[in-house]
């Protein structure tokens, strides 16, 4: 067998999150199922990046699958898969990797993007895939002194949702910054990095700027927040339309830009 990345892309709305699941139409199901009907079996395993919850959108979410040998999965394979997975679901490529390759633990940095707009947007509003941010203007510059607060190694158990199968809740958060989206007045974006994400912990983290841009917070309090290890103490959870997988890193993989179908080992 011949492991392969994957790379694709997804809109969130329809699907009840990445992970295979009772009862629920997840992504993970949609593509195992299309590969299985390419390849005459019931279906084929798929392991993912990392999970993301119902509604999240994911502009680059790498998996792993292994496929026959003799099996080339060509461009007219790749157009044919995306003919069956729907509109909603975009893979991009298939890159041959070593047997042992793993998209979820080898990946040494994820980034989410959370989109928000100040002012009315008939673009932004139908889609939903940017929370508009209604009552008191919202103070960026307290956001972004809050967010660089919580950079580092940490204890992220405010953020996460409760009663998850995780060892630890640890993370190390490399990058958390409130960033205007050029020539768009009125339309930010959030974007966090890190070495792993806790479940529900960017939509937190999210939720808790937002008390802090609304002057609910001071920027130094999300620090008691982290100290308190109670996910009571963080703010809401935001709704998940608005946000991104924006990107995932491995040490022997990049994602290939404008290419489709079978990407070539070493290329």
Known sequence: MQRYFIDLAYLGSPFHGWQVQPGAVSVQEILEKALGTLMRVPRVAVTG???????????????????????????????RLNAITGRSIAVRSFTPVAPDAHARFDATERTYRYFVHT?????????RLSWRACGPALDFEAMNRAAS???GRRDFTSFSKLHTDVKTNICDLRAARWIPIDGQPGHWYFEIRADRFLRNMVRAVVGTLISVGRGKMA????????????????GTSMPGEALFLWDVKYPYYTAPTGIVGLRPAGN
């Open 119 to 127: 002012v009315d947007d008939p673009f932004a509003e139908p889609g």
């Open 49 to 79: 990046a990392g999970r993301t919850d119902a509604g999240v959108n994911a502009r680059r979410m790498i998996a792993h699958v292994d496929l026959p040998d003799d099996f080339i999965p060509d461009a007219e394979f790749l157009r």
């Open 219 to 234: 920027p130094e309090d999300i620090l008691k927040v982290l100290e308190a290890k109670d996910r009571s103490s963080a």
């Open 149 to 151: 607060l919580i950079l």
